[in-house]
């Protein structure tokens, strides 16, 4: 055990509380909530899309181009990364002409980086 750590308590019995797990079994997510979750989870669970996600908090629109220089990567694997963050709906493509200009999907994207980044920063 490393300094500042404690032990946790273990039940000392195997005894289940019927009345707790009917009403959290209540309120379960619906299945395809959880698989979305989870897609949206794992989508955040990479440097390269959380970089770009902030480049795109900080301002409203960024193409490509821009993003691979701020994520320091190929053009190409910044648009991969791109290509998985709109399938998971975390941005929006808009074409102006030839070029393509990426964006936060919606306010809760905004929402769940600064919350995170909050977390992050706890001591």
Same mark, same amino acid.
């Given at each position: 055990?490393?300094?500042?750590?404690?032990?946790? *308590?273990? @039940?000392? +019995?195997? *005894? +289940?509380?019927?009345?707790?797990?009917?009403?959290?079994?209540?309120?379960? !997510?619906? *299945?395809?909530?959880?698989?979305? !979750?989870?897609?949206?989870?794992?989508?955040?669970?990479?440097?390269? /899309?959380?970089? +770009?996600?902030?480049?795109l908090m900080?301002?409203? *629109? !960024? @193409?490509v181009c821009?993003?691979?220089? +701020?994520?320091?990567?190929?053009? =190409?694997?910044?648009? %991969?990364?791109? /290509?998985?963050?709109?399938?998971? #709906?975390? &941005? %929006?493509?808009? /074409? #102006?002409?030839?070029?393509?200009?990426? =964006?936060?999907? #919606?306010? %809760? &994207? =905004?929402?769940?980086?600064? =919350?995170?980044?909050? %977390?992050?920063?706890?001591?």
């Open positions: 055990m490393k300094d500042g750590e404690t032990t946790l *308590e273990l @039940c000392s +019995i195997n *005894e +289940i509380d019927p009345e707790a797990v009917a009403f959290v079994q209540g309120k379960a !997510l619906p *299945e395809r909530t959880v698989e979305r !979750l989870n897609r949206l989870f794992s989508a955040l669970a990479d440097p390269t /899309r959380l970089k +770009i996600l902030n480049a900080v301002t409203d *629109e !960024l @193409c821009d993003l691979a220089v +701020i994520a320091d990567l190929s053009v =190409s694997a910044v648009s %991969h990364q791109l /290509r998985l963050l709109r399938d998971r #709906d975390l &941005v %929006h493509a808009r /074409r #102006d002409g030839r070029m393509v200009y990426y =964006s936060l999907a #919606d306010d %809760h &994207v =905004s929402t769940l980086m600064n =919350s995170g980044v909050d %977390h992050a920063n706890e001591d």
